[in-house]
């Protein structure tokens, strides 16, 4: 059980459900979308290439032009990028759903173990019946969109997106889901009956562990709309474009290092 809680617990009290992790080191973007693929900055190429695309259509020195060929390049590019955010978004959502559905198991469990009504023999069945769903919970928590995972344990640095906004580069972001919650924590270390390890739940223990589930899902569905709010008034630009109307390519301001995103989650 200690080594399955470790595979996907990075803090250094893995083992104590009320235990605060260490703060980690969420200085500058561990990884942004470029051209629909999520990966790490390199902070040695141009913005363009960076942050937006690898397409040379995209470079610093093409965009000096500012005509409606490129002006488009680019507002295709980031809607290419939002769209994979998205998917991210999808996957996760799809990941949370299968684990409110482990806890009903869970909360089922503990109904069956505290009836008045059951024998040893029901109670037993019930607590293999939580270890499956919490072991499931266990393997769902490893699951990765594009190699990237969709839960954390802790605090982690967002993914970045960048959009353009008005006269300015700015930074959406994607957070991974985070379950490193007390509820969650006490259903991963607790049982419902038996002599084995962990502590016993009871029903305030699942119920906090829901109130947590539905948080997260509550925040994937509020960055999702962010994205597809964007991708719309991306669109809307490109459509702008089309019929000969104005769109201006925000100039890139900051340094080499740090880019000119505003940080994320400005708009979340």
Avoid at 217 to 227: A, V
Wanted: proline share 6%; charged share 25%; glycine share 6%.
């Amino acid at each position: 059980m200690k080594q399955l809680i470790k595979s996907f617990d990075h803090s250094h009290h893995s083992n104590d459900p009320s235990a605060t992790p260490p703060p980690p080191d969420l200085k500058g973007f561990p990884r942004v979308v470029v051209d629909g693929s999520f990966i790490r900055v390199d902070n040695k190429k141009p913005f363009y290439a960076r942050m937006v695309s690898r397409d040379p259509d995209i470079e610093e020195s093409a965009l000096q032009q500012n005509d409606a060929k490129h002006k488009n390049a680019v507002l295709e590019s980031v809607t290419c990028n939002l769209e994979a955010g998205v998917e991210m978004l999808n996957s996760q959502e799809n990941s949370l759903a299968k684990i409110g559905g482990r806890l009903a198991c869970i909360a089922l469990s503990l109904n069956k173990v505290i009836s008045s009504n059951a024998s040893e023999s029901n109670r037993a069945e019930a607590q293999i019946s939580f270890e499956e769903s919490r072991n499931q919970i266990r393997e769902i928590t490893q699951s990765a969109h594009d190699h990237v995972a969709l839960f954390s344990n802790g605090p982690s640095a967002p993914i970045a997106i960048a959009v353009p906004v008005l006269s300015s580069w700015e930074g959406l972001s994607i957070s991974r889901c985070d379950i490193s919650t007390p509820g969650l924590k006490s259903l991963d270390q607790g049982k419902v009956f038996g002599k084995g390890d962990g502590f016993f739940l009871d029903y305030n223990s699942v119920k906090r562990a829901f109130s947590e589930w539905r948080k997260l899902c509550t925040t994937n569905r509020l960055q999702w709309s962010l994205l597809r709010d964007h991708i719309r008034w991306i669109k809307n630009s490109m459509n702008r474009l089309h019929s000969g109307g104005k769109w201006n390519i925000p100039p890139v301001r900051g340094n080499a290092q740090t880019g000119p995103l505003n940080r994320p989650h400005k708009n979340n």
